[in-house]
């Protein structure tokens, strides 16, 4: 450690020097203090040492008198030019300069009787009187001597200093300086020395050290500023000491003292320090519950007596055993033997007894402070017997008096004196039942033997060459009759180019059971799941009707270049869907939604609202839509379509059966193609504006907001309407084309040169910024959104755009 400072000591021992190689230095008395303290006295009672270059005060150990900076100190604190520490009757002063630190200690004048001057005026010395019988001298008689040179100079100097005192006037400045409460002892130090001059202290502009000392108070020694100017008035007000608490606790034991969140230690004498005022005091001792106090601290190192009684944390407990001589454990610990009366620390508690041959007793106590617990006598069980019970063949389920215990081998422990059934059953084994009757601390062992019992099963299989396999193990043909235990049995029919056929059964005692299995090959499977699956029109368990769709033929996507309302996103694309698939008839609903997120709100949009159950959901993000999409498939066993990765979803790659949003190939072909003789270019048909009741657009009742709309045309609505609202498309789809906007799975992009090339299933790219939004709704009313080939995009939610679900036959 390294300081590079000089330390200037002035104490008791005189002024000396040392360096930073003498640290720490204790402040004390003796050989052992390097600031040595007024006093008699022997050892350190503090210390002074640097730390990442700062100083620092530690209080020694049992040193309960130390104030820093007026306040009482129990550990450490740091040091900064101008701190104060009384200690021991005596003030330490800590002054820096650059690389000087100057240390003064000298008597507390606090703890001193105040000095003063009497009362009356000091004494006048009288001048000598003239004696009457000399005559005066003649000055014209007096003999002329010659001017002694020493006269000359002392006239000189005499001059000079006149010159230099009318000069010091002419210069100084007068000040007053005002202490409060006004003290019993005051200088102002400097050089030159202030003086008084017309009644006022005179000085020449600089620093001033003022000093002054009052009983009850903080020594002051403070610096002033005194400028050139006029009058000028310093004012300081010292500090008051503070007061002691002196604590009569009652019993008398140790007790830890709390002022606010601050311990306090008390001093060698068994007295608190506090600062004057109100003080709310948390008393704590062990054994006894905690005390609060309200104190007036008066200050000025005058003391304040309280008397505190503490009430104990305890209860008394008494109890007996039958049989005596029972050991007590309270909370695991051993406390003594029944017969007792013992006490019990309030709160909750783990009370135990034991004695050899008997079980152990034990509750849970609970413990009021100052209420007393008669627990009366409490009659030991003796200790059970213990049955060891096995079985031939392993494994067999026991039960005792109807309830189940276990399977075997086991050890069941069962009250001695008393008979008891145990029952024992096993799959494929007779059952057995065993009575016995045990005796205390003894244990005894039984194996039982379970017979076996079969039953019959007879099995034929298409093709009549198939193999039979029966729990792992080849059986030969698999047509045949099969004794077989009474347990369940896994069976296997297989044959090569035939998917195995797998099956359990149970055999019963006495009831023959006729089981007929038939392969068949891997695509006779396939077919009948296809065919089963190929349904018109399905219903999901939100309620959500789907209809089917098997495009026959490719089709064409995007708008020709000369088709009014063209926008340049709408390439034109051959497509070929060659995976049938189910797409749902209307928009998903507000009501629908919640039951997967309660919590959603679609809100409001021109003062109507967006949230009414029937309305489309809307204000939902593309991943919230695809999380409703694999919580749909849950509820009814398909597999997920989305997986989450970093708190986004994902498509699951290749496409599964679950629900998904419709590509965009998809939701176009069943709004342009399906069940229309030709594409068409609106969801009404071919030419604008649509007739009345065709669908849910930008209409007259909003025109004071949008500055385009579908002229002439009212729906009825200001906003989304509810769904299904009106007439169905060609493919029976309901608001395609109408109402509000659709998420779709694709990712956006363009789509140049693509016209003449054939592409099968497209689902987008990989990745992107947007995701493909198809369909118009209430917030558009132009001729280029409202055409079926209109494409939009989007990564955030929005008031007008909503989803449907879609999903693969297979």
């Not at 209420?371 to 039960?399: F, H, K, N, Q, Y």
């Not at 033929?553 to 995007?558: I, L, N, Q, S, V």
């Not at 928009?587 to 309305?615: C, I, T, W, Y």
């Not at 055409?787 to 995009?793: I, K, S, T």
Request: proline residues 8%; hydrophobic residues 40%; charged residues 25%.
């Amino acid at each position: 450690m390294t300081t590079g400072k000089v330390f200037i000591i002035r104490d008791a021992a005189g002024e000396r020097r040392l360096d930073e190689s003498a640290l720490p230095f204790g402040v004390g008395h003796g050989e052992e203090a390097h600031l040595r303290l007024p006093g008699d006295g022997e050892g350190a009672r503090a210390w002074i040492a640097f730390d990442r270059g700062h100083a620092f005060l530690q209080v020694d150990e049992g040193e309960a008198g130390l104030f820093h900076n007026r306040r009482h100190l129990s550990g450490s604190a740091w040091l900064k030019s101008g701190d104060i520490v009384q200690v021991g009757g005596a003030v330490l002063r800590w002054q820096v300069d650059g690389d000087q630190v100057f240390i003064d200690i000298e008597i507390d004048h606090a703890v001193m009787p105040a000095i003063r001057p009497p009362s009356e005026p000091p004494p006048v010395e009288p001048l000598p009187a003239p004696r009457l019988d000399e005559p005066l001298p003649h000055v014209a008689d007096a003999p002329r001597r010659p001017t002694s040179p020493w006269l000359v100079r002392g006239l000189i100097a005499g001059a000079v200093l006149v010159a230099l005192l009318a000069a010091f006037v002419l210069l100084a400045t007068p000040f007053e300086v005002d202490i409060q409460p006004p003290p019993d002892a005051r200088s102002v130090d400097g050089f030159p020395p202030p003086f008084r001059f017309g009644g006022r202290v005179m000085a020449l502009p600089g620093e001033y050290r003022v000093r002054a000392s009052k009983a009850g108070y903080l020594p002051l020694d403070a610096t002033l500023d005194v400028r050139s100017g006029e009058f000028q008035r310093h004012e300081f007000r010292m500090v008051e000491l503070p007061g002691w608490l002196a604590l009569d606790v009652r019993p008398d034991v140790p007790v830890r003292v709390w002022d606010g969140g601050t311990e306090i230690v008390a001093a060698a004498d068994g007295r608190f320090a506090l600062q004057p005022g109100t003080h709310a005091l948390r008393v704590e001792a062990g054994r006894y519950l905690p005390a609060t106090l309200a104190i007036e601290v008066p200050g000025r190192d005058r003391e304040v007596a309280a008397t505190l009684e503490l009430t104990p944390a305890w209860a008394d407990v008494t109890l007996a055993s039958t049989p005596a001589g029972a050991r007590i454990e309270l909370d695991g610990d051993t406390i003594g033997q029944t017969p007792a009366s013992f006490e019990v620390l309030g709160g909750e508690h783990e009370l135990t007894l034991s004695r050899e041959g008997f079980k152990p007793w034990q509750q849970r106590l609970q413990a009021e402070p100052g209420v007393a617990r008669d627990l009366g006598e409490i009659t030991l069980e003796p200790l059970d017997g213990e049955l060891d019970l096995g079985s031939d063949p392993p494994g067999a389920t026991v039960t005792l008096n109807g309830a189940y215990i276990g399977t075997t081998p086991l050890r069941v422990a069962l009250k001695p004196g008393v008979g008891h059934e145990l029952k024992l059953s096993k799959a494929g084994r007779q059952g057995r039942t065993l009575s016995v009757t045990l005796e205390s601390g003894r244990t005894r062992s039984e194996n039982v033997a379970l017979a076996a019992e079969f039953g019959v099963v007879f099995l034929s299989a298409d093709p009549a060459d198939a193999e039979l396999f029966i729990d792992g193990q080849a059986a030969g043909p698999a047509t045949k009759r099969l004794n077989l235990p009474t347990r369940t049995h896994r069976i296997e029919v297989r044959k090569p180019g035939y998917v195995t056929e797998r099956l359990e059964i149970t055999p019963r005692v006495g009831v023959a059971q006729r089981i007929a299995v038939e392969l068949k090959t891997a695509e006779q499977i396939e077919t009948e799941r296809r065919e089963a699956a190929r349904v018109a029109r399905k219903t999901t368990a939100d309620g959500q009707t789907l209809h089917l769709f098997e495009p026959s033929a490719p089709f064409e996507m995007g708008a020709p270049r000369r088709e009014a309302g063209r926008r340049a996103n709408e390439s034109e694309r051959l497509v070929a869907l060659t995976r049938p698939y189910f797409l749902a008839e209307k928009e998903v609903s507000n009501a629908q939604f919640k039951a997967f997120k309660a919590a959603h709100d679609s809100g409001m949009a021109e003062g109507q609202s967006l949230s009414r159950p029937e309305q489309p959901v809307v204000n939902v993000s593309w991943d919230d839509a695809a999380r409703y999409c694999n919580w749909l498939s849950a509820k009814e066993g398909l597999p997920a379509a989305y997986q989450e990765v970093g708190g986004h979803m994902q498509p699951v790659v290749p496409m599964t059966t679950g629900y998904r949003l419709p590509s965009e190939a998809e939701w176009a072909y069943a709004a342009r193609v399906a069940g229309r003789a030709q594409a068409s270019r609106y969801a009404w048909g071919d030419s604008f504006p649509p007739p009345s009741g065709s669908g849910n657009w930008a209409d007259k009742r909003i025109d004071d907001v949008f500055a385009v709309t579908v002229p002439d045309y009212d729906d009825g609505f200001r906003v989304s309407a509810p769904v299904g609202s009106f007439r169905p498309n060609p493919a029976g789809l309901y608001d395609l084309g109408g109402n509000v906007a659709e998420w779709t799975n694709d990712w956006y992009a363009l789509y140049p040169g693509e016209a003449a090339t054939l592409v099968e299933n497209p689902t987008g790219p990989p990745t992107g910024e947007h995701h493909v939004v198809r369909d118009t709704g209430w917030k558009h009313g132009s001729i280029s959104e409202l055409r079926l080939a209109y494409r939009d995009y989007s990564r955030e939610p929005r008031n007008d755009l909503g989803f449907r679900v879609a999903r693969h036959v297979y």
